[in-house]
């Protein structure tokens, strides 16, 4: 089982980008899903997350301007990042709580970041 993060790059302030993950393996049910990032020089924080059945949680710096969603077919989830700032440079990373075919309790597992760079 893995998780396979995609969609960073580099993005003037204003703008906006995409962030996709993918769980991928041998993977019977997905428990919560979501995004952490870590700036330079700062500790990981939980940008939102995503419970199967939808309900989510933000942050308040991500609040009204990024939104979470998943696909709980294709283990799947993305982050849609609006009104980039400056402020949200960082890497971000997925994580999520599988649980394999067989196993009978969840694993959390995460990507490997995607650096998300906001500058003139």
């Known amino acids: 089982v893995q998780l396979q993060a995609s969609g960073g790059g580099l993005v003037q302030p204003g703008g906006c980008l995409r962030l996709s993950c993918a769980a991928s393996g041998s993977i019977y049910s997905a428990g919560a899903m979501g995004w952490y990032r870590q700036a330079p020089g700062k500790q990981r924080e939980l940008v939102a997350s995503?419970?199967?059945?939808?309900?989510?949680n933000y942050a308040d710096s991500a609040r009204g301007r990024f939104t979470i969603s998943r696909d709980n077919a294709e283990n799947t989830v993305w982050l849609q990042m609006n009104s980039l700032k400056p402020e949200d440079t960082a890497v971000y990373y997925c994580?999520?709580?599988?649980?394999?075919?067989?196993?009978?309790?969840?694993?959390?597992?995460w990507g490997q970041g995607t650096l998300v760079t906001v500058s003139s």
């Open positions: 994580y999520a709580d599988l649980r394999s075919s067989g196993i009978y309790y969840y694993t959390n597992y």
């Open positions: 995503i419970i199967s059945s939808g309900s989510t």
